[in-house]
């Protein structure tokens, strides 16, 4: 027999409410005693009187029962919501009520199914056995019983069918609930539906029914199929008892006689007689064999089998498109569905799908129309990428790597076939595109996992549309012999291995195979897709097998109007007749494709979903073996091999086109991860500072690397570190590199301290073309005429004279509306034209990255050729350009932009202040710092990330590392990470800076501090004897001391302090070295505790690594769990003498402070430019609270005399001098350069530590 698939009562809704009539107390009993039986799984009696079937089961039965029949189901006639089909051995256990009225209820439960169909014409009973039925089949076995006229009895909204079989008359009521029990949680997504018998008011047994009964025949004269007989006298007769009953017979039918025996989960009763079956004229429908229907099951695994006897035969199908358009239109419904949850949790995101097609064939734009059609009615965004067939392999490949680029795109199909006049490899362009994006399943990737049994990737559409109709046949394929015709790479193979992963026994025949209709008609179930026009035959196929036509071919057909027609590799007409399902051409299996596609494309999207909610890193950590004594830091960072860049970059979550790996071991980071990363929460945010250091520095940037080992290797935190960009000059004079130490460094330490990727070298690049250009417009306009001058800035270029977009941004800013360089009075020329530089008044340096004290101050101009033109100037160190801090506090590249035309060089004679804008400078600047603005990726010894980039100085600068870097960290970790960022030197400056200058800025409410403290520093301030590079420790410094260690903590309390001021949780880390007692450690943590830190740690990684901060990252875990309550210092309105005034008196302890008569004009030139309205970045020496280096302790009430000050207007911030500050540093006696060397033989660089 053949059936067909269909969704369902799609238009069901309203017959399935619950009505008010007296009959609803009954069923709410019910409801309660069904409920007590879920709790039990054990009970088999659990489930009774009622059935868990999904819509398709439901309407693949109704299917079957209409083409039993040989009618076609009726479109016109009222539909009715459901029929029941009776089934199975009644019984259950005394005191579980399922049917009846309630003063009159029995405990004979009936199995049934739900069936949806518009019609009822016929009323199944028959062969019984009570099973379990499963959500993946229904246990079904029945005869026909006579015609059934229905009847609907409207009673608010429950439907009742009066079915009437001679002298048997029944009622039955249809309710639809949800069973939440424990055997259906694994049930596909469908609607479960609960059924129950009523016990119709005023409707027995009549009369006459034990008179009918009596005349029913001898059940061993009836013929029956070839092992019917046999199987049935096996088990017994379960279907009809001659023993009269008391109660009804609606919902009871029978009680279960004793004898009862247990097969698995199948209960199979043997009544104590046979009891008949009705007449064979009841039976048997005219015109159809006399063989009742059957279907036998076996229980495997939980799993039901169908087992069909293979003399039944079919009666005719007609068409069957509906049903697969059916099947297609409720897939995309349910897609539907989850796109519109996606846009709710992420308003702004849509599923993409990118369609390639190269050329113009007609035939693709219908198919590529149909895939848009069907992914817009869901709401995937489609992107058309038609290209010219003139285009060629490497721009088509161009192209896709794109796409497989692009974040907003979440599949990407390349239409078949490629329509290029040039020779283009289909399967090389097939497998380009991404395996994460391949929704088509063609990537030899995505194929090799299906090989392999691995459906993580995505499954080939047609292929995987097949199996879909398979399943929703109601055939199970688990066991089932299946055979497909045809081994391309797009049906054939990939179906074969999407079978067998799906239990089938599977062959797979092809053109070349012998005795092909043999093998095929062994098929249970049948794939063809072989391209040859009807080349399966009706008697090719196995009664009642399953046939999915993959093939479309068009052939001649002078009928109609195109002349030719299209039809199968199946002969449709005469394998209908035969198959149980069987798919036409065209509209089988088209729109089952399609929907695949769409649901890939779905599936997809949630993937990249899912990246947003569950940010949750799978990193693997590099493990670390210390060794004692620790070794020089180089030897450490060579003794570790760094994991690729790239499997480190991916293991955070960058797509391929966020980052571009400089060589092996480090990347830049590009800014589009933001824009991608917009809707996701930030991370927790600390900052780690320190007290008051000696010259040897306290380990801040150590204990940063430290604790990240230990929160991501040891907590399993997604956590960053972000730290600044080490310069060159103090690499090569005093500190030998920066970056960390011992078991807490970033590797490659080499190319972490040299170089790195060039930022500071884009930086002093930047920073000295503007330099070379002031000089020059200085030149220029000292040495030309004003129409000269004029002339030559706006040259005629092709007899065409035009101004630049920076110069008309200048004749914006000097009110000069006109945009014709001809136009132009000579008034406006001149204004145009002249800066009207004062040399005297150039604040401009140029910059280079290395120590050279004799750059400190300098004459240029000496040339002959400069015509005398000559100044003083100076160089400072590249990380104190004021380039540098831009770089740092830019949030994007147009902040970068605009902060650049804003640096003031210096001022005209006016007065007027002269900005990089003015000299045209912006653009070039931009060009150079283009890639700078990038941050930098690297990884630490145990493999966890860090973002180095930038690298202002915190004396002259606010000593932070940059807002962008921040910014990505905090995106990538996600709302649970933790992102630790480091502040030069002490509070007093870095933190100060980072909190009042960096976090104004971005926006960001750090919740945490980490001081770090060490027992050496301590005593320094203490009155420990002075600590010098170069020479060795006093003993007081390697001995325990404890009451020099005392002596030192109130510059520990002052710290701290600084801290709370802020509103922020305090976590002190004592940064232990091997000299250090216990007795000297525990005091300063009772004194930290006592100070109102949250927490005071003991920290041994740099000897450890990250289990050696472990500790105190449990400590950083709790404090960031708390609210911070952070505020800033001082409010922008200030004044700049009150701002300067709060930070040194609140931040340093100073009781008053002194400004020089030329700061106070300065301050009053500020204050008509309206630069008083920005931060203050306080330039002071490092070693002490005070103004004097010299000075240890915390010192109060002392005084602070501000020498000089000046803006740096890009930046943002206004810098205070106080005392002498170098910004060039020089080469001791003695540099580290003495000891660095490379090693030509074996590629190494000798001397960093």
């Known amino acids: 027999m053949t059936k067909s698939l269909r969704n369902g009562d799609n238009n069901n809704d309203d017959d399935n409410d619950n009505d008010d009539d007296d009959d609803d107390d009954d069923d709410d009993d019910d409801d309660d005693d069904d409920d007590d039986d879920d709790d039990n799984d054990d009970d088999e009696d659990a489930n009774r009187g009622r059935i868990v079937c999904p819509r398709r089961t439901r309407a693949a039965q109704a299917e079957l029962f209409y083409r039993a029949m040989g009618r076609r189901t009726p479109k016109s006639e009222t539909k009715l919501v459901a029929a029941v089909l009776f089934y199975g051995a009644c019984g259950c256990s005394a005191g579980k009520p399922v049917v009846g009225r309630k003063e009159n209820r029995t405990h004979h439960p009936v199995h049934s199914s739900s069936l949806s169909f518009p019609h009822v014409r016929h009323l199944f009973f028959g062969e019984m056995c009570d099973a379990t039925c499963s959500p993946e089949s229904i246990v079904v076995s029945g005869f026909v019983c006579g015609r059934t006229t229905p009847r609907l009895r409207n009673e608010t909204s429950r439907k009742y069918y009066r079915c009437t079989a001679r002298n048997y008359a029944i009622n039955v009521a249809v ?35 034990e008179q009918y009964r009596d005349s029913l025949p001898n059940p061993e004269t009836i013929p029956r199929p070839n092992g019917v007989g046999d199987s049935v006298r096996e088990r017994g007769d379960a279907r009809f008892s001659r023993a009269r009953r008391e109660a009804p017979l609606a919902g009871r039918m029978w009680r279960r006689p004793n004898g009862g025996r247990s097969l698995g989960s199948i209960q199979l009763s043997f009544p104590s007689q046979p009891s008949p079956p009705p007449p064979a004229s009841l039976l048997t429908p005219s015109g159809y064999p006399f063989a009742p229907l059957r279907r036998d099951y076996t229980m495997t695994d939980q799993n039901l089998t169908i087992l069909r006897p293979n003399n039944i035969a079919d009666p005719p199908i007609t068409d069957m498109r509906r049903d697969e358009d059916d099947n297609a239109r409720e897939i995309r419904e349910g897609l539907i569905k989850d796109v519109s949850v996606l846009k709710e949790q ?69 239409q ?53 109709l398979i399943k929703r046949s109601g055939v199970p394929i688990g066991g089932a012999k299946a055979v497909v015709l045809g081994r391309s790479k797009i049906v054939g193979t990939p179906v074969a291995e999407l079978l067998k992963w799906h239990n089938a026994t599977v062959t797979v025949c092809h053109s070349k195979t012998k005795n092909l209709s043999d093998v095929v008609r062994e098929a249970d179930i049948l794939v063809v897709g072989i391209g040859q026009p009807e080349l399966v035959k009706g008697d ?40 149980s399902y ?192 002031i000089d020059a417009r200085y030149f220029h306009e000292s040495t030309q005429s004003d129409k000269v001058l004029y002339d030559r800035l706006v040259p005629t270029i092709k007899g065409v004279r035009k101004f630049s977009k920076i110069q008309l941004r200048r ?143 915190a004396n002259i600068a606010h000593g932070c590392s940059s807002i962008i870097g921040d910014a990505i960290a905090l995106k990538l970790v996600g709302p649970k990470g933790i992102v630790i960022t480091e502040a030069g030197f002490g509070s007093d400056i870095g933190m100060e800076k980072f909190f009042d200058i960096k976090c104004r800025t971005s926006g960001y409410v750090p919740n945490a501090v980490v001081l770090v403290a060490t027992i050496r520093a301590l005593k320094m301030h203490g009155g420990g004897p002075p600590v010098t590079t170069g020479a060795p420790l006093k003993k007081e410094y390697i001995e325990e001391n404890v009451e020099l260690v005392r002596k030192g903590l109130p510059n520990l309390r002052k710290h701290i302090s600084n801290g709370l001021k802020y509103g922020v949780s305090v976590v002190v880390a004592i940064n232990s070295h ?48 708390k609210n911070s309550n952070f505020e800033l210092l001082y409010d922008l309105e200030d004044s700049i003498e009150e701002k300067i005034n709060k930070i040194a008196k609140e931040i340093y302890g100073a009781g008053q402070v002194v400004l020089a008569e030329k700061v106070q004009k ?66 001791s006696t003695r540099p580290s350069i003495y000891d660095m060397d490379w090693n030509t033989e074996t590629d190494e660089i000798e001397g960093l530590f």
């Open 1074 to 1121: 091997s000299t250090d007692t216990q007795a000297e450690l525990e005091l300063v943590k009772q004194a930290a505790l006592e100070s109102g830190a949250t927490d005071a740690v003991i920290c041994t990684h740099w000897a450890e690594g990250g289990a050696g901060a472990i500790a105190l990252a449990d400590a950083v875990i709790a404090a960031t769990e």
């Open 416 to 468: 078949m076939p490629l329509d290029s006049i040039n020779k283009i490899n289909s399967h090389l362009i097939t497998d380009l595109v991404s395996p994460n994006k391949d929704v088509d399943g063609l990537n030899t990737i995505n194929e090799g996992r299906v090989a392999i049994g691995d459906m993580s990737g995505f499954l080939p559409c047609t292929p995987n549309g097949c199996i879909e």
């Open 175 to 209: 309710t639809q609930d949800v069973i939440p029990h424990e055997s259906h949680k694994s049930m596909p997504i469908y609607e479960q539906f609960k059924m129950r018998f009523v016990v119709p008011r005023n409707n027995s047994i009549r009369q006459n029914d």
């Open 582 to 773: 069987i798919t036409p051409v065209p509209g089988g299996v088209g729109p089952m494709t399609v929907a695949m596609l769409m649901k890939n494309t779905v599936i997809s999207a949630q993937r990249s979903a899912e990246k947003l909610f569950n940010s949750q890193w799978k990193l693997r950590t590099l493990k670390l073996n210390p060794v004692r004594p620790v070794p020089s830091d180089i030897d450490i960072s060579r003794s570790q091999e760094p994991k690729s860049i790239v499997a480190l970059a991916e293991e955070i979550g960058l797509l391929s086109n966020e980052f571009s790996p400089y060589g092996s071991k480090k990347a830049k980071i590009g800014l589009s991860v933001l824009q991608r990363l917009k809707n996701q929460k930030n991370g927790k945010y600390v900052v780690v500072a320190g007290i008051t250091p000696t010259p040897f520095g306290e380990g801040k940037s150590t204990t940063s690397v430290g604790l990240v080992q230990a929160l991501t290797a040891h907590r399993g935190k997604n956590s960053f570190v972000t730290l600044r960009q080490p310069s060159q000059g103090p690499t090569f004079g005093v500190k030998g590199g920066a970056a960390g130490g011992g078991y807490s460094q970033v590797i490659p330490m080499e190319e972490f301290n040299l170089h790195l990727t060039g930022d500071i070298h884009a930086v002093s690049a930047a920073n000295n073309l503007l330099a070379a250009q």
């Open 811 to 953: 004749l914006e800013k000097l009110g000069i509306t006109k945009t014709d360089p001809n136009s132009l009075t000579e008034e406006e020329k001149r204004q145009f034209a002249r800066l009207d530089i004062d040399p005297n008044n150039i604040i401009w340096t140029r910059v280079v990255d290395i120590n050279d004290r004799f750059l400190r101050k300098i004459s240029i101009g000496q040339s002959p050729t400069e015509k005398g033109k000559t100044r003083e100037t100076s160089f400072c160190i590249s990380v104190g350009s004021e380039i540098m801090a831009i770089l740092a506090l830019s949030t994007n590249a147009e902040d970068m932009k605009k902060r650049l035309g804003n640096i003031v060089i210096g001022f005209s004679k006016s007065g007027e202040p002269l900005t990089a804008e003015d000299f045209g400078m912006t653009g070039a600047m931009a060009i150079l710092l283009k890639d700078a603005i990038e941050p930098t990726l690297m990884q630490s010894l145990e493999g966890t990330p860090v973002i180095v980039h930038a690298g202002p100085f």
């Open 540 to 579: 090719w196929i196995k009664p009642g097998a399953v046939v999915i036509d993959c093939g479309i071919n068009p052939i001649p057909d002078s009928t109609k109007k195109s002349g030719q027609r299209l039809v199968g590799d199946v002969a449709y007409q005469e394998a209908v007749k035969v198959a």
């Open 346 to 414: 992420l308003p702004d995101f849509a599923p993409g799908l990118a369609i390639v097609q190269v050329g113009a064939r007609e035939d693709s734009n219908v198919y590529i129309k149909m895939k848009i059609n069907a992914a817009r009615e869901i709401g995937i965004n489609v992107r058309r990428c038609q290209l010219p067939n003139t285009i060629t392999e490497i721009e088509l490949i161009n192209k896709v790597t794109k796409l497989n680029n692009d974040p907003n795109i979440h599949g990407i199909i390349v």
């Open 1162 to 1227: 300065k301050i009053e030139q500020y204050n008509k430019l309206g630069y008083n309205k920005f931060p203050i970045c306080m330039a002071k020496t490092s070693n002490s609270l005070t103004g004097d280096p010299a000075i240890k302790g915390a010192p109060t009430g002392f005084i602070l005399d501000i020498t000089d000050i000046f803006v740096s207007t890009g930046a943002g911030f206004i810098v205070p001098m106080v005392g002498e500050i170098m910004m060039m540093p020089g080469l």
